[in-house]
């Protein structure tokens, strides 16, 4: 059975400073596994991860631990944060996440104000297959194939030079050229396998020296169907030849102008805001 990462565009705008490809392996690996669990505390075999993130092979277990623990200690880095003229609020996607060596088992438990990214989604979601994600090497091919499988039935999406700087945390040492063979060249090489016909343009402005203000990746637009869940066990392959309509989100359609990814709607930002004053205001009494 193959393991399908789902969750809330939202988490694409996490940027993942330098974390190691075997690193990002493991997290949507645990993230494949925290789907619809609410954020009740959950425990699983470590061994689990490796046979799902494709490192099974590695039997070093210090080596395994260590990297376990190395993404343990970046998962605390990982956070929302909000921040008006008034507020900075600051919001850490697990309230826990422990790594038992002796045991070789892992606990985690999802933060309440993270809880709609992985278990109450709609329309807005991005999902891929674990094992594809596994197979590419590169750091900036996984972040790029995660934020244009957001955009997988639209076929394009642009990014503005701060945004795909910011998103995949581009060195600020990088001159063009670099970037160049460093970014773009392994992103087309590894994710042309995925995304049929993938290209990049560099959009330029038309001012002195023609700077670079945005990069467009387009491909062949992906079919839509209906998401069926346990979609990739026996017995939904067997009847996958059936094809299901999908109305199509306002962002799927043909002539949607995709635009620069936002953290969060005002709405949601005034629930968690209140969330966190009810906290606060229970730690007072």
Do not use: C
């Amino acid at each position: 059975m193959t393991e399908v990462v789902k969750y809330h565009n939202d988490l694409n705008t996490v940027v993942m400073r330098n974390w190691k490809p075997i690193e990002m392996n493991i997290f949507f690996g645990i993230i494949a596994k925290a789907r619809d669990k609410d954020t009740r505390k959950l425990i699983f075999s470590t061994d689990e991860l490796r046979e799902m993130t494709d490192t099974a092979g590695n039997k070093n277990v210090s080596r395994w631990n260590k990297a376990m623990i190395d993404v343990s200690q970046k998962v605390s880095q990982l956070s929302y944060y909000y921040e008006d003229e008034e507020r900075y609020v600051l919001m850490m996607l697990f309230s826990m996440f422990e790594v038992n060596k002796k045991d070789q088992t892992l606990t985690i438990q999802v933060s309440e104000y993270f809880d709609y990214v992985l278990n109450q989604l709609n329309a807005t979601f991005t999902s891929y297959e674990l094992r594809e994600f596994t197979e590419l090497r590169s750091s900036y091919s996984k972040s790029m194939y995660r934020l244009l499988k957001q955009w997988r039935t639209v076929g394009k999406k642009r990014f503005s030079v701060d945004e795909f700087s910011m998103l995949l945390d581009v060195p600020k040492s990088y001159s063009k050229g670099m970037i160049d063979r460093q970014i773009i060249s392994p992103i087309i090489e590894e994710l042309s396998k995925f995304f049929d016909n993938l290209k990049v343009k560099k959009i330029k402005h038309n001012t002195r020296g023609n700077p670079i203000t945005h990069y467009e990746f387009t491909w062949k637009p992906e079919k839509t169907e209906k998401w069926v869940e346990n979609k990739y066990n026996k017995k939904s392959v067997s009847s996958s030849k059936t094809v299901r309509n999908e109305t199509l989100p306002e962002w799927a359609k043909d002539n949607y102008e995709s635009k620069p990814d936002e953290l969060l709607p005002p709405e949601k930002q005034a629930r968690f805001l209140t969330k966190l004053e009810q906290i606060r205001n229970n730690k007072k009494t």
